[in-house]
């Protein structure tokens, strides 16, 4: 079985720029969910969607945010960049049920994103 | 806020040595504690999990302990390898329906043989 893939691997972008980062969760896995990963701060949680809806989602600015398709495979959006937006986002799937509280993630290799 | 603090942030040991890496929680409703392991370059795998209504489960050399009254949970990895060498990660959920993870910072492991 496929693991969580994530493109792009890395990436370089300027201030002011957006981005946008996919992922492709674990077949028949209907959670997906975001991290940022940062030297300084471990790993917070952004967001996560569950059968195309956000349920709960981190202390992140609004422009951070995200989406889910119908099959599941989601994407996270960053708009007017900053210096300190640069981290790894790591994305996350699992077979997490509605109304259940905590279930094994997935994670995969993330997207290392660089802002100059 | 919620919060998970890990202790020691850096731990090293001899090949063959046990490692403990300790973890306490704030949010009382937290029910699912997973430790993650992260090796360079790759994202955090599961390494072993607990829910609220166990006190300890094992799996080969790795074992977690929980006490729900003290808020705080721990890792033991015995015999220890240097494959087992990374960054040991625990976290907490929030509580509320949902994956959402709240993490510790982090302990990286180095097993000299």
């Known amino acids: 079985k496929a693991g969580v893939t994530q493109t792009p691997r890395y990436l370089i972008k300027t201030r002011g720029q957006q981005v946008t980062l996919s992922c492709s969760p674990i077949?028949?896995?209907?959670?997906v969910s975001w991290y940022q990963q940062t030297p300084g701060q471990g790993l917070q949680f952004l967001f996560e969607y569950f059968s195309e809806t956000q349920r709960n989602k981190g202390n992140f600015p609004g422009r951070f945010s995200g989406r889910q398709f119908s099959n599941s495979r989601s994407e996270m959006n960053v708009s007017t960049l900053e210096l300190g937006d640069s981290a790894l986002y790591l994305c996350a799937s699992s077979l997490a049920r509605r109304g259940q509280v905590g279930e094994k993630l997935f994670f995969g290799s993330g997207t290392q994103l660089s802002v100059l | 806020g919620e919060n998970v603090e890990q202790h020691p942030s850096t731990l090293s040991v001899q090949e063959g040595d046990s490692a403990v890496i300790k973890c306490t929680y704030s949010d009382s409703a937290s029910n699912y504690f997973p430790w993650y392991k992260q090796e360079l370059g790759k994202g955090p795998q599961l390494i072993i999990d607990i829910r609220s209504n166990v006190g300890e489960k094992k799996d080969q050399r790795i074992a977690v302990t929980l006490n729900k009254t003290a808020k705080h949970f721990s890792l033991h990895i015995t015999e220890t390898q240097p494959e087992d060498s990374a960054v040991y990660f625990c976290a907490a959920t929030f509580g509320q329906a949902g994956t959402a993870l709240i993490f510790g910072k982090g302990t990286t492991l180095s097993v000299s043989s």
């Open positions: 077949s028949g896995h209907r959670s």
